[in-house]
Nanobody
């Protein structure tokens, strides 16, 4: 089992920055595949960024060039640096992980955090 706890959300104006953190605990022995998802009110959850067990990253087109995902293996912490935020980035952000590359299996990750709210005002 793995537990994920997000932090770092908040309210910012358009063009601002936030850094989200996700602290992982529990079964962290294996290198996990991890990612960030978000869900805006009335919309479906969408993948924002992911990093696989060997460090390859992937981003949604809407955040490329603005968001950066990174992983501190020593601290078992996943980060999402979000710059030049836009109102459309508003939503609940979730950290997720899986031992397997879920995107290749066409399913959702196994482990999820509770989420942290990001609100961007214009």
């Amino acid at each position: 089992l793995m537990q994920l706890v997000e932090s770092g959300g908040g309210s910012v104006q358009s063009g601002g920055s936030l850094r989200l953190s996700c602290a992982a605990s529990g079964s962290t022995y294996y290198r996990m595949n991890m990612g960030w998802f978000r869900q805006a009110p009335g919309k479906e959850r969408e993948g924002v960024a992911r990093i696989d067990s060997v460090g390859n990253t992937n981003y949604a087109d809407s955040v490329k060039g603005r968001f950066t995902i990174s992983l501190d293996n020593a601290k078992n912490t996943l980060f999402l640096q979000m710059n030049n935020l836009k109102p459309e980035d508003t939503g609940m952000y979730f950290c997720a992980s899986d031992r397997l590359r879920w995107w290749m299996l066409n399913r959702s990750p196994t482990y999820w955090g509770q989420g942290t709210q990001v609100t961007v005002s214009s």
